[in-house]
């Protein structure tokens, strides 16, 4: 769906943010900007939707089919479908602690997807337990395997087990547990799910520290390095994982106030980044995210920034729980119940560093479900977020406009650049178009496209105008990485692996949101060339009261991906063959300009 917001609720939501700057010729790129969405929220025993009471956790399928959650009030597992296009959630079913042989999941804390997306671990305080269910990929659905209980059959550290993460290769699994202050090591079988208890960690035993109050942990994507938060330490602990066993060695901790370190506070949450050379913690009682960069080869953490409700801009913090980071690692969230709300960071993918762009507050602009907000889940596209409410009961929905706020500076230029976007009000919107073509560029290198084949570069048109001498964010248009369309990969680049000359995006589906094609060249200045199109019911591109034509000039489109590279067009109002505002059946516009 080429996702369009209502114009006036857009500048309300969107916060000031730097653009792209050229400095003595240089292009300078930041990291992405974005702004969160609301799409919906889904609440416990309304419209078919049961289980959410309490909800407190909750993650996306590897496939991105389906988002889970573990609710601590009716001690459940809930499983919900996703709409891929517009992101929205369909009740599938709910598995209930103690009925039909379930069992582990009283007072269920934290839930996650095995890698290969064929099994479901969920974490409980009460039972002192993790539970194994076997998942269904093309429903979602769950059957229960077993559970594993704190104290029996030699298990230990599961005593107040309150999260847990698995490693990268699926063969681990691991949990924090608040009362034991432990982390838990279990191996875990691939094929049938089932988990077997290796060993466990203990605060202040046998040279561990750190861990008091364990809340958090993490495997790096390399899978050679674990990290656990400890809220009543204030502390990260980090820990070295034989990766043919799974077992750790307590490396060393960092502490709040130690060594230059800050914004550890009740630490909570805790994620590496996709790259895996970032660390990122949550801080309840500092309000805060902090940012650690991470040595690949040791594990070590370097303390690099705070980020703290109500300094500067920033805002959304106070009473921090959970951190996530997309896949792109173009984008950083998390959740702050103390005011019911959930910030949004761009990152700067080489320092780690963040940039506040924006926050959505329960209540405020439309937003619901965010009473008592607790964890928090991006979709693998990263398209999609996805926040459970403990004290709403329920799941809210939002999709991430990866648009800037206004048209960015510095962005390559062409001599011949083409907009067309056709709207036709029939009920499938069968004739939709959107075509956008830059052509005879400026110097384009095969670096610059990224690698959405095999690596996670997300591609996103943006779309400007300026009502009123103010320019105004209209629609984005957003190509995710990697996927298959139809029997092939979505993308390709073609030519000699070491030098490809093109990259091409094909789906004849239109989906998510309506591109069926981008093709880019790579070559010098004036042979460079990127052409877009996109049609069909996904584009969508007249969705409320405020149509998106007439566009007021000058408008400007401009393709992004969160490598931070854009491409870029204006057009001027001698530009613009065609403006048409809402007629009946139809809209049109068509604007062509030459630079030379």
């Known amino acids: 769906m080429l996702h369009r917001e209502d114009r006036s609720l857009s500048r309300s939501l969107i916060c000031a943010v730097g653009l792209i700057a050229a400095l003595s010729g240089t292009l300078v790129q930041p990291a992405s900007a974005g702004f969160l969405s609301f799409v919906e929220a889904r609440f416990d025993d309304v419209d078919g939707f049961d289980g959410l009471a309490g909800a407190r956790g909750v993650a996306v399928s590897p496939d991105g089919n389906h988002v889970y959650v573990a609710s601590q009030g009716e001690n459940a597992l809930v499983v919900l479908a996703r709409d891929d296009t517009t992101g929205s959630l369909t009740f599938v079913e709910a598995e209930f602690d103690g009925v039909d042989s379930v069992d582990g999941l009283a007072g269920a804390q934290s839930v996650a997807v095995s890698p290969d997306g064929a099994h479901v671990y969920v974490v409980s305080e009460g039972d002192n337990a993790i539970a194994a269910f076997e998942r269904t990929s093309s429903t979602g659905e769950v059957l229960f395997v077993e559970a594993e209980f ?38 875990r079988d691939s094929g049938t799910g089932e988990l077997t208890y290796d060993e466990s960690h203990f605060d202040d035993l046998g040279g561990v520290d750190g861990l008091d109050s364990a809340s958090g942990v993490a495997v790096s994507p390399d899978g050679a390095h674990v990290y656990a938060v400890g809220q009543a330490d204030n502390a990260i602990a980090a820990f070295t994982r034989d990766q043919l066993t799974g077992a750790l060695t307590f490396d060393g901790a960092l502490y709040d106030g130690v060594d230059s370190v800050e914004g550890l506070g009740t630490v909570r949450g805790v994620v590496v980044s996709p790259d895996g050379s970032h660390v990122y913690t949550s801080s309840q009682g500092d309000n ?19 980020q703290a409700d109500g300094s ?152 400007y105008d300026e009502p009123g001498g103010v320019s105004t964010f209209v629609v984005s248009v957003v190509l995710p990485f990697g996927g298959t369309c139809g029997d092939d990969p979505c993308w390709e680049f073609t030519g000699p692996v070491e030098d490809p000359r093109k990259i091409k995006y094909r789906d004849d589906e239109g989906s ?39 566009l007021f000039p000058p408008v400007s489109a401009q393709l992004f991906n969160t490598n931070g590279e854009c491409w870029d067009s204006i057009f001027e109002l001698g530009d613009i063959k065609v403006n048409d505002g809402p007629v009946e059946g139809k809209q049109r516009f068509k604007a062509s300009a030459r630079t030379n």
Request: aromatic fraction near 6%; charged fraction near 25%.
């Open 288 to 306: 805060a995210v902090t940012v650690f960069s991470r040595d690949g080869g040791t594990g070590a953490l370097t303390f690099v920034e705070v």
């Open 150 to 187: 704190d104290g029996s059959g030699g298990v230990d550290g599961l005593d107040g087990a309150r999260y847990l993460a698995l490693s990268s290769d699926g063969a681990n699994v691991y949990v924090a547990s608040r009362i034991d202050n432990a982390v838990a090591v279990f191996s």
């Open 312 to 463: 500067g801009d920033v805002d959304g913090l106070a009473g921090a729980r959970e951190v996530a980071v997309s896949a792109t690692g173009a984008y950083v969230v998390a959740t702050g119940t103390g005011e019911d709300e959930i910030p949004l960071f761009a990152r700067d993918q080489s320092a780690g560093s963040l940039t506040f762009d924006h926050v959505v507050a329960d209540g405020a602009g439309g937003v619901d479900g965010l009473n008592g907000v607790r964890g928090i889940a991006i979709s693998p596209d990263g398209l999609h977020v996805y926040a459970v409410s403990q004290n709403e009961n329920a799941i809210a929905v939002f999709r991430l406009v990866p648009c800037v706020a206004e048209p960015a500076v510095g962005c390559r230029s062409a001599e011949k650049t083409k907009l067309v976007i056709k709207v036709d009000n029939d009920a499938q919107s069968l004739r939709d178009v959107l075509r956008w073509r830059w052509d005879k560029g400026e110097e384009t290198l095969a670096d610059a496209f990224g690698d959405p084949v095999d690596g996670t570069s997300n591609y996103h048109l943006c779309l």
């Open 512 to 550: 998510p949101d309506g591109v069926h094609r981008l093709r880019g060249r790579v070559a010098a200045a004036g042979r460079a060339n990127v052409k877009l199109d996109g049609e069909g019911p996904n584009l969508k591109l007249e969705d409320g009261l405020t149509p998106t034509l007439p």
